[in-house]
Each structure stands twice: as structure tokens, then as C-alpha cells.
């Protein structure tokens, strides 16, 4: 069975602290993504990778930063937390097919509801 | 900027009715399409998904869209409802030629009532 696995499924946090969500895939896929799930505005992209050691940024990747040092795991990283970053956080991955047109989003994560207070 | 629009933010159903859920995009290339659902207190799961070919894709538990071109939409339909159908459902496109970037709308909230 596949998985994309997120370490917290909740975090409270305080304003100002480094914060990490880290996020494994099992699944030999080359395409992870990080996502925050807010009411009524759907999920926004922060950050993607596509290979190691490699990423891009997203829609809203302002406050965040990323590290891919292995395939398997795609963190997230919040410098210094602020309490608008409070959300529920989605981490996902993707298997590339050939000139990216078979690209298969199929797998999330639980997802980590993280609290800035 | 692309986008995706789904225009029904809330929808609540009786049981047997027929669902239809509106998916529209800006983007005007080619594009892969998908359908998630996140049943409440769960994580998001893959309903059906179009990459080429047919335009009408079956998917699990009862679910198909159909893709309509010249339209830019990608409809999510079932034909009755069950209670076991009360989630959010999600539209997505992947802009192809764009970073392979995924876009979502912002998500139908569908209520089905016994």
C-alpha cells in the first residue's frame, strides 16, 4: 500500500520559532509538493520539488522553505513562525511519466493541522 | 495566473438525487484533470483523473466527469447519492508546459441528507 507519511498530525507552536514538517513517500516518486488546506480558499502550492536537492516555488512560498536532501522525504520549513501560518499543511507526491504528461497526483498525506500562537 | 473555479461551495442533497459538481479552468493548453474527495476527518483521496482520449472517466464509488474542451470544465457527476457521499470534493489541473505545477479550486462542501 502506498504512503506518504507526515510525521505530526497536529503541532502548536509559538510566534517566532523554526518549525519543521517533514514528510516521507514510499513510493520511489520523483514529484513532491507541499500544500496549506484553508476554508474556502482550497489548497494553495508553497513549494515542489521534482528531484533531489532541487525546488521551486509555489503560489504563496513567502515565510516558508524547503529541503530535499533525499528522494523519499520533502521537508517544510517555517523560519520563524507567524500565526497567519496556522492551517492545515498537505504534503503529496507524484510519479513523473515521460515529458511530464502522464503525471499521476494521486497520493496525500494525512496532513499536520499546525497552530501558530 | 491560472485558476480553477468551482462555483458550488456548499451543496446539500437527499439521498438518490443526482449530483452534478462545476469545474472550470483558465488555463489553454493542454492540461490532466482531476477529482479528490476528502470524507471528513480523512485525507485527501484521488476519485478519477483524465490525461487523453475519452472525455467521459469513470472513477471509484459511482463517480465520473466528463472533459468538454471547448468549455473548459470537467464535471464531476454521479447519478444517486448515498449518505457515505458528505465530503469535500476538489477539483485540480495540471498545466502541462507550466512547471507541471498543479492548480485546485477551492473546493464543494456536498451534504447528503438520509
Known amino acids: 500500500d502506498v504512503k506518504v507519511t507526515q510525521s505530526s498530525r497536529y503541532l502548536v507552536k509559538r510566534t517566532g520559532e523554526k518549525v519543521f514538517l517533514e514528510c516521507v513517500q514510499d513510493?520511489?516518486?520523483?514529484?513532491m509538493f507541499w500544500y496549506r488546506q484553508d476554508p474556502g480558499l482550497g489548497l494553495r502550492l508553497i513549494y515542489f520539488?521534482?528531484?533531489?536537492?532541487?525546488?521551486e516555488k509555489g503560489d504563496i512560498p513567502e515565510g516558508y522553505s524547503v529541503s530535499r536532501e533525499k528522494k523519499e522525504r520533502f521537508s517544510l520549513i517555517l523560519e520563524s513562525a507567524s500565526t497567519n501560518q496556522t492551517s492545515m499543511y498537505l504534503c503529496?507526491?507524484?510519479?513523473?511519466?515521460?515529458?511530464?504528461?502522464?503525471?499521476?497526483?494521486?497520493?496525500f498525506g494525512a496532513g499536520t493541522r499546525l497552530s501558530v500562537l | 495566473a491560472q485558476s480553477v473555479s468551482q462555483h458550488n461551495h456548499h451543496v446539500i442533497l437527499s439521498e438518490a438525487a443526482s449530483l452534478e459538481l462545476g469545474c472550470n479552468y483558465s488555463y489553454g493548453g493542454t492540461v490532466n484533470l482531476f477529482w479528490y474527495v476528502q470524507y471528513p476527518g480523512q485525507h485527501l483521496q484521488l476519485l478519477l483523473k483524465y490525461f487523453s482520449g475519452d472525455p467521459l472517466v469513470k472513477g471509484i464509488k459511482g463517480f465520473e466527469a466528463e472533459f468538454i474542451k471547448s468549455k473548459f470544465s470537467f464535471n464531476l457527476r454521479k447519478p444517486s447519492v448515498q449518505w457515505s457521499d458528505t465530503a469535500e470534493y476538489f477539483c485540480?489541473?495540471?498545466?502541462?508546459?507550466?512547471?507541471?505545477?498543479?492548480?485546485f479550486g477551492t473546493g464543494t462542501s456536498l451534504t447528503v441528507i438520509p
Open positions: 485540480a489541473v495540471n498545466a502541462l508546459n507550466t512547471g507541471n505545477q498543479f492548480y
Open positions: 513510493m520511489d516518486h520523483e514529484n
Open positions: 520539488s521534482y528531484d533531489v536537492k532541487m525546488k
Open positions: 503529496a507526491s507524484s510519479l513523473s511519466g515521460a515529458s511530464g504528461a502522464k503525471n499521476d497526483m494521486g497520493y
